[in-house]
C-alpha cells in the first residue's frame, strides 16, 4: 500500500510554484543570505521532493556547489600529499570572459559560445578533485574537502573547515541531499563546526561558507536539531507550510469543466455550487494535495456521496491511522515543528499542521468513527462559503419588504430589532438604519404578525434562507436537497 503525504500533489501540479511552498523556501533562502547554515527537515515521506525544494531556494542567484556523493569521489591517486593537481578537465561550459577587456575576443567568443559566454560571472562547478594516496581524510569531509584547491604540502590535512571559511571564504553555499551513505553523526559534526569556525573568524554574511542539506529525522541525531538551532543552524522543519490557498489552487485546477456543468445549467447556479464545492474539499483534505487533486476530478458535490467519494480516492492511503487526534497535542500545530510524540505519524504522512490545526490523513474520515469529523468539515465549509451570500440577500430582501410595513419604522425596530424597545427615541432615518439589520427570525416574526408584507417568492426565499441559517448555526451541514434550495434562492 503506498503512502500518500501533504508533499505528493498531483502529477502536472509544479509544487513549487504554490504560495505556501514558495513563502517557506524564500524564508530558507533568507536565511541562507543571512550567513546561516540551514537543515530542512522534510518527513520520510516526502524525501522524493528533496530536490525540488533545494532548485527552489537556491533560485539562479545564489552560488553553490554539490558535495559530491561517496560513489563520485575520485580515488585516491598514487604520489605524495601535497603534489601539483593535475590539469584540470573541461566542464562542458564556455569560457568565462568577465574579467577580459580585450573587446574583439569577448565578440569572437560570444559567436563561438552564445551571450552567457560573455555574461557568466561566476565559472561551472568543479569536478570533484581526486585526492593523495595517504589523505587522512575520509567520509563528509573528505567528499567536501575534494571541491576544493589542493591544499600546501606543510597543509594540515584534517583542517577543511579552517581552509573553507579562512582561504576560500567566498560565501558560497555547500548543498547536500543526505542519504543513507551519510553518517548521522558526521552529518552533525560537519553542521556544528564550519558555521563554528567561520563565526570565531568574524567573517561578514556575504563571505560565510554555508551548508544546505535537506534531511529527515534518520539521518541526524534524535538531539542534533536542538543542538544545531542552538549553534545558530536554521533548521526549517516542513511542518504547517502549506495552507488554505495550496489546496484551493490543486482543487481548482483539478476541477474538469464537464463536473462543473453537470449539475445546474445556469452561470450564477453554477458559481454557487462549485464555490461550495471546492471549499468542502479543500476542508476535508487539507494539506494532502493529492487526495484534493483526485477528490476534485470525481466529486460532483452532493454530500451525500462524499464518503464513497473520499473513500475510493484514499484506498491507496497508509496502512494505519490513529483512531483520533489526541488533544494533548493540539497546540504542536502552532509549532515550528511536529512535537516528538508525533513525529511517528508524521513521518509516515498520517499527520500535518495546517492553518493552525493538526490534520489527520483524511482515510480517517472513511473509518466507522469519522463520520463526526467528516460532518463538522463538511459544515465549516459550507459555513465560509454560504453565510456570507445568506447574509446577502437577507439585506436585498429587507430592503424589498421595509417599504410595506404596517407601522412606523421606530415602533417596528422596538419590537423587533436586536436590542428590543430602544427604537423609539431614533429619528426616523436612524431607525431605518437599524431595521437594515433585521435577522432572518424577526423577519419571520414581522411578516407573521402582519407587521411585513411578504410576496408569495419573498416568502419562499425568507423560509429558505432562515431554515439554512438555523442548521449552520447549529453547526449541521446543510444535505443535498436543502443545498440545492438554497442555491437557487441564492442565484441572480
Same mark, same amino acid.
Given at each position: 500500500?503506498?503512502?500518500?503525504?501533504?508533499?505528493?500533489?498531483?502529477?502536472?501540479?509544479?509544487?513549487?510554484?504554490?504560495?505556501?511552498?514558495?513563502?517557506?523556501?524564500?524564508?530558507?533562502? %533568507?536565511?541562507?543570505?543571512?550567513?546561516?547554515?540551514? #537543515?530542512?527537515?522534510?518527513?520520510?515521506?516526502?524525501?522524493?521532493?528533496?530536490?525540488?525544494?533545494?532548485?527552489?531556494?537556491?533560485?539562479?542567484?545564489?552560488?553553490?556547489?554539490?558535495?559530491?556523493?561517496?560513489?563520485?569521489?575520485?580515488?585516491?591517486?598514487?604520489?605524495?600529499?601535497?603534489?601539483?593537481?593535475?590539469?584540470?578537465?573541461?566542464?562542458?561550459?564556455?569560457?568565462?570572459?568577465?574579467?577580459?577587456?580585450?573587446?574583439?575576443?569577448?565578440?569572437?567568443?560570444?559567436?563561438?559560445?552564445?551571450?552567457?559566454?560573455?555574461?557568466?560571472?561566476?565559472?561551472?562547478?568543479?569536478?570533484?578533485?581526486?585526492?593523495?594516496?595517504?589523505?587522512?581524510?575520509?567520509?563528509?569531509?573528505?567528499?567536501?574537502?575534494?571541491?576544493?584547491?589542493?591544499?600546501?604540502?606543510?597543509?594540515?590535512?584534517?583542517?577543511?573547515?579552517?581552509?573553507?571559511?579562512?582561504?576560500?571564504?567566498?560565501?558560497?553555499?555547500?548543498?547536500?541531499?543526505?542519504?543513507?551513505?551519510?553518517?548521522?553523526?558526521?552529518?552533525?559534526?560537519?553542521?556544528?563546526?564550519?558555521?563554528?569556525?567561520?563565526?570565531?573568524?568574524?567573517?561578514?554574511?556575504?563571505?560565510?561558507?554555508?551548508?544546505?542539506? #535537506?534531511?529527515?529525522?534518520?539521518?541526524?541525531?534524535?538531539?542534533?536539531?536542538?543542538?544545531?538551532?542552538?549553534?545558530?543552524?536554521?533548521?526549517?522543519?516542513?511542518?504547517?507550510?502549506?495552507?488554505?490557498?495550496?489546496?484551493?489552487?490543486?482543487?481548482?485546477?483539478?476541477?474538469?469543466?464537464?463536473?462543473?456543468?453537470?449539475?445546474?445549467?445556469?452561470?450564477?447556479?453554477?458559481?454557487?455550487?462549485?464555490?461550495?464545492?471546492?471549499?468542502?474539499?479543500?476542508?476535508?483534505?487539507?494539506?494532502?494535495?493529492?487526495?484534493?487533486?483526485?477528490?476534485?476530478?470525481?466529486?460532483?458535490?452532493?454530500?451525500?456521496?462524499?464518503?464513497?467519494?473520499?473513500?475510493?480516492?484514499?484506498?491507496?492511503?497508509?496502512?494505519?491511522?490513529?483512531?483520533?487526534?489526541?488533544?494533548?497535542?493540539?497546540?504542536?500545530?502552532?509549532?515550528?515543528?511536529?512535537?516528538?510524540?508525533?513525529?511517528?505519524?508524521?513521518?509516515?504522512?498520517?499527520? %500535518?499542521?495546517?492553518?493552525?490545526?493538526?490534520?489527520?490523513?483524511?482515510?480517517?474520515?472513511?473509518?466507522?468513527?469519522?463520520?463526526?469529523?467528516?460532518?463538522?468539515?463538511?459544515? #465549516?465549509?459550507?459555513?465560509?462559503?454560504?453565510?456570507?451570500?445568506?447574509?446577502?440577500?437577507?439585506?436585498?430582501?429587507?430592503?424589498?419588504?421595509?417599504?410595506?410595513?404596517?407601522?412606523?419604522?421606530?415602533?417596528?425596530?422596538?419590537?423587533?430589532?436586536?436590542?428590543?424597545?430602544?427604537?423609539?427615541?431614533?429619528?426616523?432615518?436612524?431607525?431605518?438604519?437599524?431595521?437594515?439589520?433585521?435577522?432572518?427570525?424577526?423577519?419571520?416574526?414581522?411578516?407573521?404578525?402582519?407587521?411585513? #408584507?411578504?410576496?408569495?417568492?419573498?416568502?419562499?426565499?425568507?423560509?429558505?434562507?432562515?431554515?439554512?441559517?438555523?442548521?449552520?448555526?447549529?453547526?449541521?451541514?446543510?444535505?443535498?436537497?436543502?443545498?440545492?434550495?438554497?442555491?437557487?434562492?441564492?442565484?441572480?
Amino acid at each position: 500500500m503506498t503512502t500518500t503525504g501533504p508533499l505528493t500533489a498531483a502529477a502536472d501540479q509544479d509544487l513549487t510554484a504554490l504560495p505556501g511552498v514558495r513563502h517557506w523556501t524564500r524564508r530558507v533562502a %533568507e536565511d541562507l543570505a543571512a550567513g546561516h547554515s540551514c #537543515v530542512v527537515m522534510l518527513p520520510a515521506h516526502a524525501t522524493v521532493h528533496g530536490e525540488d525544494l533545494l532548485r527552489a531556494v537556491l533560485g539562479v542567484r545564489t552560488p553553490h556547489r554539490r558535495i559530491p556523493p561517496p560513489d563520485a569521489l575520485p580515488a585516491p591517486r598514487s604520489g605524495e600529499a601535497g603534489e601539483d593537481d593535475p590539469e584540470p578537465l573541461w566542464s562542458g561550459q564556455p569560457p568565462i570572459l568577465a574579467d577580459i577587456d580585450d573587446t574583439f575576443l569577448v565578440d569572437a567568443m560570444t559567436a563561438a559560445f552564445g551571450s552567457d559566454a560573455a555574461l557568466s560571472s561566476a565559472p561551472a562547478p568543479p569536478l570533484p578533485r581526486p585526492r593523495p594516496a595517504s589523505d587522512p581524510l575520509n567520509g563528509l569531509e573528505a567528499r567536501l574537502e575534494s571541491l576544493l584547491p589542493a591544499r600546501p604540502a606543510d597543509g594540515d590535512p584534517a583542517d577543511v573547515y579552517q581552509r573553507l571559511a579562512a582561504d576560500h571564504a567566498d560565501g558560497c553555499t555547500y548543498i547536500l541531499n543526505a542519504g543513507e551513505h551519510d553518517d548521522p553523526d558526521a552529518l552533525t559534526r560537519l553542521l556544528l563546526r564550519l558555521p563554528a569556525t567561520a563565526k570565531a573568524l568574524g567573517l561578514p554574511p556575504e563571505q560565510r561558507p554555508k551548508l544546505l542539506v #535537506v534531511a529527515t529525522t534518520d539521518r541526524l541525531p534524535a538531539t542534533a536539531p536542538d543542538d544545531l538551532v542552538r549553534a545558530d543552524v536554521a533548521v526549517h522543519w516542513w511542518w504547517g507550510a502549506l495552507g488554505r490557498l495550496d489546496t484551493a489552487s490543486v482543487t481548482a485546477v483539478n476541477r474538469p469543466l464537464s463536473v462543473r456543468t453537470a449539475t445546474h445549467r445556469d452561470t450564477g447556479r453554477t458559481r454557487i455550487g462549485e464555490s461550495v464545492t471546492q471549499a468542502c474539499i479543500v476542508e476535508v483534505c487539507g494539506p494532502y494535495l493529492d487526495l484534493a487533486a483526485a477528490l476534485a476530478a470525481h466529486w460532483h458535490g452532493q454530500p451525500e456521496s462524499l464518503r464513497a467519494a473520499l473513500t475510493a480516492v484514499c484506498a491507496a492511503g497508509p496502512p494505519t491511522l490513529p483512531a483520533q487526534r489526541d488533544p494533548a497535542h493540539r497546540t504542536g500545530a502552532l509549532a515550528h515543528q511536529p512535537p516528538d510524540a508525533l513525529r511517528p505519524r508524521w513521518n509516515n504522512g498520517t499527520i %500535518e499542521a495546517w492553518e493552525g490545526h493538526l490534520r489527520v490523513h483524511p482515510a480517517a474520515l472513511c473509518t466507522a468513527t469519522g463520520d463526526t469529523e467528516l460532518n463538522k468539515l463538511l459544515w #465549516v465549509a459550507q459555513s465560509r462559503t454560504l453565510l456570507p451570500l445568506i447574509d446577502d440577500a437577507r439585506d436585498a430582501l429587507v430592503t424589498e419588504v421595509l417599504p410595506t410595513s404596517t407601522c412606523p419604522p421606530q415602533q417596528l425596530l422596538a419590537m423587533y430589532g436586536a436590542d428590543g424597545g430602544d427604537g423609539a427615541n431614533l429619528r426616523p432615518a436612524g431607525a431605518d438604519e437599524r431595521l437594515q439589520a433585521l435577522e432572518l427570525g424577526r423577519l419571520y416574526s414581522a411578516k407573521t404578525n402582519g407587521h411585513l #408584507v411578504f410576496t408569495t417568492g419573498q416568502t419562499s426565499t425568507l423560509l429558505t434562507l432562515r431554515n439554512a441559517r438555523n442548521e449552520l448555526s447549529h453547526r449541521r451541514h446543510l444535505p443535498g436537497k436543502t443545498l440545492d434550495q438554497l442555491i437557487t434562492k441564492l442565484s441572480p
